[in-house]
């Protein structure tokens, strides 16, 4: 094959992916109405609400998201932060941890802060765990384990999918795929409840993150 | 071959398989053909609601929630109005919440004899989502993107809607930094779980077909619960449903 027929087969085909991956992404399309994250390292807080337990849990899941994707560090910063890199030198905090009540779950993940000028990503996400639930759970190390992993997964662009789902949504939108962290909620009503699944993302999530920050 | 062409192709396959979401799978318990499955769009926008994501416990059914929640009533959007804007963390942004006022026309469950939905309406605090950066301004003045008027319009006054409220747990939104638009006498704010709103979009009610149902979740979609969320094809099936399951007043 010459390299101009083989270029323009590549260049058919990166046509045809782009086409592709806008229907395809229906299994993790990015939470929060649509609003990926900034392409920047995935730095993480405590506020003052968090406990120690809670900080038993968070760094296992920022270290091991770390080591899995292609991010670019995940760096602690001691105190939350908005600024701008030109402001104080470092990027803003993009996960602000919390310990605090939701309703009816474990937690919770939602997008707080947007950049006017650069509308289409989310600057930083507020995670909240839930430890009164978290405590209360059937397994409640899995369970911070697994919720801790979970709401992470979301500030990265995850979707979660549910077992329970009609039809049933499958891991990643792939029944290919094992479980993984991403599925929602007990985890003592899942296969292999202290299973590894627990703080991993399986290698279509992980594909989905890379895509994003490569 | 070159590298790139093989790479091309492999990230084809990859992409692709991302697509095949819905292949032929046994039959699995409560499932429902997908066609009736699938979240349909009429004329209500939901999407203000879904700024939040949880990892949550599903219940099954509508009659499993109610069973585990303390109020449930249907009723009309009565409209919307500031809510409680909160504290973070020194020098974060506010958390602004919007409320959603539901004035009750079928009470079902913990509604008779409370006090804080005397006036028969229940005051629903949501998350009004992000705020957008505004470094004209100190951070405390950033504004939320989403206004009650978005909230409004999108879900308008008069739509029909099913909620199963908790009153807050004190102190449970942290520091409040402004309470928004006053209750009147002894309303109190309520919270719901994820699956704690259920709308009748009245377009999908127009065109009813036999197994699409009108109704459309709040915060998450439906059937997140399963196959029984479904079965009830409107807001009176919906009620009537829990009715005779017990749950009436």
Same mark, same amino acid.
């Given at each position: 094959?010459?390299?101009?027929?083989? /270029?323009?087969?590549?260049?058919?085909i990166a046509?045809? /992916?782009?086409?592709?991956?806008?229907?395809?992404?229906? +299994?993790?399309?990015?939470?929060f109405k649509g609003?990926?994250p900034d392409k920047a390292s995935h730095?993480y807080?405590y506020?003052?609400?968090?406990?120690?337990?809670s900080k038993?849990y968070?760094?296992g899941a920022m270290?091991? /998201?770390?080591?899995?994707t292609a991010i670019?560090g995940?760096?602690?910063h001691s105190s939350?932060d908005?600024q701008?890199s030109d402001?104080?030198?470092s990027?803003?905090t993009?996960v602000?941890?919390?310990d605090?009540?939701?309703d009816? +779950?474990y937690?919770?993940a939602t997008?707080?802060?947007?950049?006017?000028s650069?509308?289409g990503v989310?600057?930083?996400?507020?995670?909240?765990? $839930?430890?009164g639930t978290l405590?209360? +759970?059937a397994?409640?190390?899995?369970q911070?384990?697994?919720?801790?992993?979970?709401? /992470?997964?979301?500030?990265?662009?995850? $979707?979660?999918?549910s077992?329970l +789902?009609?039809?049933?949504?499958p891991p990643a939108g792939?029944?290919?795929?094992p479980?993984?962290?991403?599925?929602?909620g007990?985890?003592?009503k899942?296969?292999?409840?202290?299973?590894?699944w627990l703080w991993?993302? $399986?290698?279509?999530?992980v594909?989905h993150? $890379?895509?994003w920050?490569? | 071959?070159?590298?790139?062409f093989?790479?091309?192709? =492999?990230?084809?396959?990859?992409?692709t398989?991302?697509g095949?979401?819905t292949p032929?799978?046994?039959?699995q318990?409560?499932?429902?053909?997908?066609?009736?499955a699938?979240?349909?769009?009429?004329s209500?926008?939901t999407?203000?609601?879904?700024?939040?994501?949880?990892d949550?416990? =599903?219940?099954e059914?509508p @009659? @499993?929630?109610?069973?585990?929640?303390p109020?449930?009533?249907?009723?009309?959007i009565?409209?919307?109005?500031q809510?409680p804007?909160l504290?973070s963390?020194?020098?974060g942004?506010?958390?602004?919440?919007v409320?959603?006022?539901?004035r009750i026309t079928?009470p079902?469950?913990?509604v008779a004899?409370r006090?804080?939905?005397?006036?028969?309406l229940?005051?629903i605090?949501l998350?009004q989502?992000a705020?957008?950066?505004d470094?004209?301004?100190?951070?405390?003045?950033?504004? #939320?993107?989403?206004?009650?008027?978005d909230?409004?319009?999108?879900?308008?006054?008069?739509?029909r809607i099913?909620?199963?409220?908790?009153?807050?747990?004190?102190n449970?939104?942290?520091k409040?930094?402004?309470?928004?638009d006053?209750? #009147?006498g002894r309303?109190?704010?309520m919270?719901?779980? #994820?699956?704690?709103?259920?709308?009748?979009?009245?377009e999908?009610?127009a065109r009813?077909?036999?197994?699409?149902?009108?109704?459309?979740g709040?915060r998450?979609?439906l059937n997140v619960?399963?196959a029984?969320?479904? @079965? #009830?094809?409107?807001?009176?099936?919906l009620?009537?449903?829990?009715?005779q399951?017990g749950?009436?007043?």
């Amino acid at each position: 094959m010459s390299k101009h027929r083989q /270029l323009s087969i590549v260049v058919g085909i990166a046509v045809v /992916l782009t086409l592709v991956s806008v229907t395809s992404a229906s +299994a993790d399309i990015w939470p929060f109405k649509g609003v990926p994250p900034d392409k920047a390292s995935h730095s993480y807080c405590y506020t003052s609400s968090v406990s120690a337990t809670s900080k038993s849990y968070i760094p296992g899941a920022m270290n091991y /998201l770390n080591e899995r994707t292609a991010i670019p560090g995940v760096s602690f910063h001691s105190s939350c932060d908005t600024q701008n890199s030109d402001g104080d030198g470092s990027p803003a905090t993009d996960v602000a941890w919390f310990d605090m009540w939701v309703d009816g +779950a474990y937690g919770e993940a939602t997008c707080k802060i947007r950049t006017a000028s650069d509308s289409g990503v989310c600057d930083q996400a507020f995670v909240k765990l $839930n430890t009164g639930t978290l405590n209360a +759970a059937a397994r409640p190390h899995q369970q911070y384990i697994k919720t801790s992993c979970h709401e /992470l997964g979301h500030t990265v662009g995850l $979707n979660h999918y549910s077992a329970l +789902a009609s039809p049933p949504e499958p891991p990643a939108g792939d029944f290919s795929q094992p479980h993984d962290c991403m599925m929602s909620g007990d985890v003592d009503k899942m296969p292999d409840p202290t299973g590894s699944w627990l703080w991993q993302y $399986n290698d279509h999530h992980v594909n989905h993150i $890379n895509g994003w920050w490569s | 071959m070159s590298k790139q062409f093989v790479a091309a192709l =492999a990230l084809a396959a990859a992409v692709t398989a991302c697509g095949t979401s819905t292949p032929a799978q046994p039959a699995q318990r409560g499932a429902a053909p997908a066609a009736a499955a699938a979240e349909q769009k009429g004329s209500l926008d939901t999407s203000p609601l879904r700024v939040v994501e949880s990892d949550f416990p =599903a219940a099954e059914s509508p @009659e @499993e929630l109610a069973a585990k929640l303390p109020i449930v009533a249907a009723g009309v959007i009565d409209g919307w109005q500031q809510g409680p804007i909160l504290e973070s963390y020194p020098n974060g942004p506010l958390d602004y919440r919007v409320v959603l006022r539901v004035r009750i026309t079928e009470p079902l469950k913990g509604v008779a004899g409370r006090s804080s939905l005397a006036d028969g309406l229940v005051y629903i605090a949501l998350d009004q989502g992000a705020v957008i950066r505004d470094d004209a301004v100190p951070v405390d003045q950033w504004k #939320p993107e989403n206004s009650v008027q978005d909230f409004s319009t999108a879900m308008p006054s008069g739509t029909r809607i099913l909620v199963f409220p908790n009153e807050f747990p004190k102190n449970a939104l942290g520091k409040v930094r402004n309470t928004g638009d006053a209750l #009147p006498g002894r309303a109190r704010l309520m919270s719901v779980p #994820p699956q704690g709103i259920v709308l009748e979009d009245p377009e999908l009610k127009a065109r009813a077909s036999g197994d699409q149902t009108a109704l459309v979740g709040g915060r998450e979609p439906l059937n997140v619960g399963g196959a029984a969320w479904l @079965e #009830p094809k409107n807001m009176n099936d919906l009620v009537t449903r829990l009715q005779q399951h017990g749950f009436t007043e």
